[in-house]
T-cell receptor
Framework: QKEVEQNSGPLSVPEGAIASLNCTYS??????FFWYRQYSGKSPELIMFIYSNGDKEDGRFTAQLNKASQYVSLLIRDSQPSDSATYLCAGGQSGGYNKLIFGAGTRLAVHP | SAVISQKPSRDICQRGTSLTIQCQVDSQVTMMFWYRQQPGQSLTLIATANQGSEATYESGFVIDKFPISRPNLTFSTLTVSNMSPEDSSIYLC????????????FGPGTRLLVL
């Protein structure tokens, strides 16, 4: 069964620090990976996607992909209390199904 | 990204009844999906709503319990039938971005409580 694994947390970081969120996946055929942020009581919001090995930066967010290790990460620089949320990692299912496989999510708490 | 709306935003229902949830997108999209998110859990895909044909259901979900309609490229409905308290959950529709394969955007969700 194809899976995406995340540490459920909570991951607690001080304001201004770098938050590092990690994710591993089992489907070697997955080509695309996504990070969603979900505030309590809200729906998931797409914040980053990455298709190629290496780093992709967007503002304070950097996504990293290592297909050989089947590992995806999200770095949040200069963490703010407003970044406190659950972060969901998702991978595209191989085989042309256009479906995403979601991890259980990591809860991030940024404290002042 | 597409603007997605869902109705109702929340509801409280009695067991044994059915509820139909609507999902409307402001542009035509090929792929629409329905998910369930139970309290404290991640997202579970219920089915892919196919325009002009029957929905494709994931393992553990059946059409009799979760009938889906997709009459056009901007609209879909999910019905939760013969509800029990175990159906209490958030139901989310999502659409695949037309220009970014596999990239999905989510609607605001429908919070359902079954008594």
């Amino acid at each position: 069964q194809k899976e995406v694994e995340q540490n459920s947390g909570p991951l607690s970081v001080p304001e201004g620090a770098i938050a590092s969120l990690n994710c591993t996946y089992s489907d070697r055929g997955s080509q695309s990976f996504f990070w969603y942020r979900q505030y309590s009581g809200k729906s998931p919001e797409l914040i980053m996607f990455i298709y190629s090995n290496g780093d992709k930066e967007d503002g304070r967010f950097t996504a990293q992909l290592n297909k050989a290790s089947q590992y995806v990460s999200l770095l949040i620089r200069d963490s703010q209390p407003s970044d406190s949320a659950t972060y969901l990692c998702a991978g595209g299912q191989s085989g042309g199904y256009n479906k995403l496989i979601f991890g259980a999510g990591t809860r991030l708490a940024v404290h002042p | 990204s597409a603007v997605i709306s869902q109705k109702p935003s929340r509801d409280i229902c009695q067991r044994g009844t059915s509820l139909t949830i609507q999902c409307q997108v402001d542009s035509q999209v090929t792929m629409m999906f329905w998910y369930r998110q139970q309290p404290g859990q991640s997202l579970t895909l219920i089915a892919t709503a196919n325009q002009g044909s029957e929905a494709t259901y994931e393992s553990g979900f059946v059409i009799d319990k979760f009938p889906i309609s997709r009459p056009n490229l901007t609209f879909s409905t999910l019905t939760v039938s013969n509800m029990s308290p175990e159906d209490s959950s958030i139901y989310l529709c999502s659409v695949e971005a037309p220009s970014l394969q596999e990239t999905q955007y989510f609607g605001p969700g429908t919070r359902l409580l079954v008594l």
